[in-house]
C-alpha cells in the first residue's frame, strides 16, 4: 500500500469518445493515455453497466489500488459504458444472451468487444497491438462474454467474480431458492433509462425505517407484497418473479455455456468469501477449461468478500483474522506480473493453474489443476445422538427430524442489521445451534489437521409432511472451548465488514460453507415437483467449493434446518409459486432426515492427503 495517493491526471491524459459498433448504436468510451510517449503501451479494457464515473475529460477517475497497481506500470487505460447503460446508446439486457450463430448485424457483448478492440487500434495511438480486459462482479460478465471468439488483438483476460448463471448459483439464486436480501437492494439500480443518462448526484439508499432486517421481511409478508418497496415499476425485479425456474430466460443467459474460442491467456479471480458471486468464478474457470484446452487458463481463490482483493488488505472478515495482507500480495505478485507477461513480454511469472489461499492454516497453495488432483472425495455422514464422522451408520432405521415454522424462520446471522452483511460467510453460529429448529451433528476433536480441498455436496435422505421444503446445509469449523486468541473485530473496511462486536474465538463456531436448496428442484431445476408428504426422497446439490483446514483440536460440525432468512426468502412449505404465495399458503411441517444403513444422509467433501 502507498503512503500517498495516486495521481492519474499528473501522468496520464483522459479523452471520452462515443465508439460505434456494427449497428450504429455508439458507447461512450472513456481513455486515459500516458503522456509519457517514449514506449507503446498495450490496452486494458473495462466493460461495466455502472457507468465511467466521472465523466468529463477534465474530470479523473479515483483509482482502486488494483487499478492504481496497473496504472503505475503503464497501459492506456480503457473503461466503456454498455448498452443502454448510463451515457451509452442502445438497449440494456441484463446478461445479454450470446449468439452463437450470427448474421452480419447480429450483436451481442462479443460483438461489441470486437468492435471497440478494432477502433482503438485504429484510432488511438502509441500502442503496442496487444489488448486486455479485466472487470469484476458484473464487469466480470462482460469480460468472460466479450472474449468469445476473441479477437486476434486480445492475449489476456482476468475475470474477476464473473457472474455465471444468475439462477443456478449467483446473485439472485442459489440451489433455486430466491436470495432476498440482496435483491432487495440489488433490484432497484437497474432502473431503465431512456437515451444516454448521467448518473444521478446523488444515490439516495432505501429507508427500511428500522435497524432490523429480520423483523422488517417478517412484517413485509409474502414475496409478492415486496414489489410495493420499490414506488415506480422495477422491470428487474419483475424478471426475478416472473422467472422462478431455470426457463429459457436464465438459460440463454447462462454465459458459461458458451465459452468457445477463447485464444487469449485468462486468470479467474474469486473470494471464498464472495456472498454475491462465489461460484461465478469456479464455474467459468471449469467451462473455460472443458472447451478451451490449449490456452493459458488459471483460477485465483482468496479469502475475501465481493471485491474484496481490488482495494485494501485482505487481511480480515468480522471475527476472523487471515494473518497476511492477501490482497496486496495478489495485486503485486499475481495480477500485475501476468498482465506484464501477456502484453508487455515481461518475465514469465510461472503462475500455476490454480493458486487458493488456504483458510485455517492461512497460506497460498500452487496446484496444477483445481480442485487438486490427489484430493479425494469422502463422506462425512450423520451418526446417532448428533454425531458426525467418515464412517457410515449401521442402524437398519435411523432418523431425525424437527418441525419449521414459516412464522419462525431460522435466521442467518446472530446479530441485528440490514441488507446481507457479507461477514455472515464466516459468521458465529452458535446462535443457531440451540434452536429446535435446526439438526446439528459433529465430529470428536480431530487428531490431525483435516485439509479440504474442492466442492461440498450434501447427500440427503430426507421425507417432509408438507409439499414443498427447502434444506439448508452449513459446514462449520468448531474452535476448540479453551482457545483465548481474541478475533479480529472491527476495522476491516476493505472487506465492507458488518457485523457483531469483536468476540474471543473459545467455542467459536465458523460458517465455513453454507448453502440453500428448495426441494422442489430436486429432480430439475426447470420442472419442479411436489414432495409426497411422508414420503422419504434423495436431495443431492452441489455447494461452492472450499479450501480450509480444521487444526487439530477443532470440530468439524454440519447444520440442517429449513428456512435462511431474510437472507433467503421464506418456503411456504407447500408446493405453489412462491412468488404469487398467499398468507395461507405458508404452513408448519415436520422436516425428517434419515441416517440409516441403506439411506446415509451426510455431506461429501474432498480430502487432502495429511502433511
Given at each position: ?178 436470495m432476498l436480501a440482496h435483491a432487495i437492494s440489488a433490484a432497484p439500480v437497474y432502473q431503465p433509462q431512456s437515451g ?416
Open positions: 500500500m502507498t503512503d500517498e495517493a495516486y495521481d492519474a491526471r499528473e501522468h496520464y491524459t483522459k479523452y471520452e469518445f462515443r465508439v460505434p459498433m456494427r449497428d450504429g448504436v455508439r458507447l461512450f468510451t472513456s481513455v486515459l493515455v500516458p503522456k509519457d510517449a517514449s514506449t507503446a503501451y498495450p490496452f486494458l479494457i473495462v466493460r461495466s453497466p455502472f457507468g465511467v464515473n466521472p465523466y468529463g475529460p477534465d474530470e479523473y477517475p479515483p483509482s482502486s489500488s488494483q487499478t492504481e497497481a496497473l496504472l503505475k506500470a503503464g497501459y492506456i487505460w480503457v473503461r466503456q459504458d454498455v448498452r443502454g447503460r448510463r451515457m451509452a446508446e442502445g438497449e440494456f439486457t441484463h446478461m445479454t444472451p450470446h449468439r452463437p450463430e450470427k448474421t452480419a448485424s447480429d450483436v451481442d457483448e462479443s460483438t461489441d468487444l470486437y468492435d471497440t478492440v478494432d477502433w482503438l487500434l485504429r484510432y488511438v495511438p502509441n500502442h503496442n497491438g496487444r489488448v486486455g480486459i479485466y472487470g469484476g462482479s458484473y464487469a466480470g460478465f462482460y469480460t468472460v462474454a466479450g472474449i468469445i471468439d476473441t479477437h486476434k488483438a486480445i492475449r489476456a483476460a482476468s475475470p474477476q467474480a464473473p457472474v455465471a448463471d444468475l439462477f443456478l448459483d449467483d446473485d439472485w439464486y442459489h440451489g433455486g431458492a430466491f444516454p443518462t448521467p448518473p444521478p448526484k446523488a444515490e439516495v439508499p432505501f429507508d427500511y425505517g428500522t435497524e432490523d432486517g429480520y423483523e422488517f421481511f417478517l412484517q413485509l409478508g409474502p414475496l409478492g407484497n415486496a414489489a410495493s418497496l420499490f414506488g415506480d415499476p422495477n422491470p428487474t425485479w419483475e424478471e426475478l418473479l416472473t422467472h422462478p425456474t431455470y426457463d429459457d430466460f436464465w438459460q440463454s443467459r447462462a454465459i458459461w455455456r458458451h465459452v468457445k474460442n477463447i485464444r487469449c491467456a485468462v486468470l479467474t479471480v474469486g473470494g471464498w468469501y464472495d456472498a454475491e458471486d462465489l461460484m461465478g468464478p469456479l464455474r467459468i474457470y471449469r467451462a473455460i477449461k472443458t472447451a478451451n484446452p490449449d490456452i493459458a487458463n488459471g483460477l485465483v481463490m482468496g479469502p475475501w468478500v465481493h471485491g474484496g482483493w481490488v482495494s485494501g488488505e485482505g487481511r480480515r472478515l468480522g471475527n476472523v483474522d487471515f494473518a497476511a495482507d492477501t490482497a496486496e500480495f495478489y495485486r503485486q505478485s499475481i495480477l500485475l506480473p501476468f498482465f506484464e507477461f501477456h502484453l508487455k513480454d515481461k518475465g514469465d511469472p510461472n503462475l500455476p493453474e490454480a493458486y487458493v489461499f488456504e483458510t485455517g492454516t492461512n497460506v497460498w497453495r500452487a496446484y496444477p489443476a483445481w480442485p487438486p488432483p490427489d484430493a479425494t472425495p469422502q463422506t462425512l455422514y450423520f451418526r446417532e445422538a448428533g454425531k458426525l464422522a467418515f464412517e457410515p451408520p449401521a442402524e437398519a432405521d435411523a432418523r431425525d427430524s424437527y418441525v419449521s415454522d414459516p412464522a419462525k424462520p431460522v435466521p442467518f446471522i446472530g446479530y441485528t442489521a440490514l441488507g446481507m452483511p457479507q461477514e455472515y460467510m464466516v459468521s458465529d453460529q452458535r446462535f443457531a445451534a440451540t434452536r429446535p429448529d435446526v439438526l446439528v451433528y459433529v465430529t470428536e476433536p480431530l487428531e490431525e489437521d483435516l485439509a479440504l480441498a474442492g466442492p461440498v455436496s450434501p447427500k440427503l435422505f430426507v421425507s417432509t409432511t408438507g409439499t414443498d421444503s427447502d434444506w439448508v446445509v452449513k459446514l462449520i469449523d468448531v474452535y476448540p472451548p479453551n482457545r483465548s486468541t481474541p478475533a479480529a473485530g472491527h476495522g476491516a473496511e476493505d472487506q465492507k465488514d458488518v457485523g457483531p462486536p469483536t468476540v474471543t474465538l473459545a467455542g467459536y463456531q465458523q460458517l465455513v460453507r453454507g448453502w440453500p436448496f428448495r426441494g422442489k428442484f430436486r429432480k430439475s431445476f426447470e420442472k419442479p415437483e411436489p414432495f409426497v408428504p411422508g414420503r422419504v426422497e434423495a436431495v443431492t446439490f452441489t455447494m461452492p467449493d472450499v479450501n480450509h483446514v480444521f487444526r487439530r483440536g477443532h470440530r468439524v460440525m454440519v447444520q440442517v434446518q429449513g428456512s435462511w432468512f431474510p437472507l433467503v426468502d421464506r418456503n411456504p412449505q407447500t408446493f405453489v409459486n412462491i412468488p404469487t404465495a398467499r398468507p395461507e399458503d405458508f404452513k408448519v411441517a415436520t422436516q425428517c432426515v434419515v441416517r440409516s444403513q441403506a439411506q446415509p444422509s451426510g455431506v461429501e467433501v474432498y480430502v487432502l492427503p495429511a502433511m
